[in-house]
């Protein structure tokens, strides 16, 4: 049971240019979710996905992120137009419930460097 | 006030020493607490999670304090593999996992 899978691992984008990262939960697991860790910080929550569906963006910026979870396939975090600032460890998680208690799994990050 | 605070370290420690750290929470209305831990440039992974009794994994123990609103871990006869970064966790009370920003333990020889 292979385990939550991020690809690409390292990700390097010029100013301006799009990211996309995917994520592969691990197999029954239905939920997902995606973090950000800045250098030095705790990660920080960004959005949680069911398939097809968007359940909570709150930790999403405004402008230029958008997350999908398509019926079939990854989950994909998409970063339109990327600054400086955007450069960091994106991690995603999967779960089989979404309950309190539920432990969530986590993918090995794709480290993205914005130059 | 971030939501979970912990002393970022480093703790420098020998092995077989003990060590302890803490971490605080703001939310009163927590209900799950876990520790995490993060070898460097990798993902975090659950060390154990945290219940109100207090309970321990072999060489390591957790407590809860929640009128005090803080977690405790203590690492008993460290071993050189312990060396991480350990992440205080707390769900408040739905899916969403608040991270501190870790607290750095180094064994040496």
């Known amino acids: 049971n292979a385990g939550v899978m991020q690809n690409p691992r390292h990700l390097v984008r010029r100013r301006g240019q799009e990211a996309r990262l995917r994520c592969s939960p691990m197999?029954?697991?239905?939920?997902v979710y995606w973090y950000r860790q800045l250098p030095e910080e705790g990660l920080k929550f960004m959005v949680y996905?069911?398939?097809?569906?968007?359940?909570?963006e709150s930790g999403m910026p405004k402008e230029r992120f958008s997350a999908e979870f398509p019926k079939e396939g990854p989950s994909i975090l998409r970063i339109q137009q990327v600054v400086r600032g955007d450069s960091a460890a994106y991690f995603c998680?999967?779960?089989?419930?979404?309950?309190?208690?539920?432990?969530?799994?986590f993918g090995q990050g794709t480290r993205l460097t914005v130059v | 006030r971030k939501e979970v605070e912990q002393d970022p370290g480093p703790f420098n420690v020998p092995e077989g020493a003990t060590v302890a750290f803490n971490c605080t929470y703001s939310n009163s209305a927590s209900q799950s607490f876990f520790w995490y831990r993060q070898d460097c440039r990798k993902e975090p992974k659950l060390l154990m999670s945290v219940y109100s009794s207090g309970n321990e994994d072999g060489r390591f123990t957790a407590q809860l304090n929640r009128a005090s609103q803080y977690i405790s871990l203590l690492i008993r006869d460290s071993k050189l593999s312990d060396s991480a970064t350990y992440l205080c966790v707390v769900n408040f009370n739905d899916y969403k996992l608040s991270f501190g920003a870790g607290t750095t333990v180094t064994v040496r020889a």
């Open positions: 996905l069911q398939k097809e569906n968007i359940i909570d």
């Open positions: 998680a999967s779960s089989r419930h979404s309950d309190v208690n539920t432990e969530a799994f």
């Open positions: 197999k029954g697991h239905s939920h």
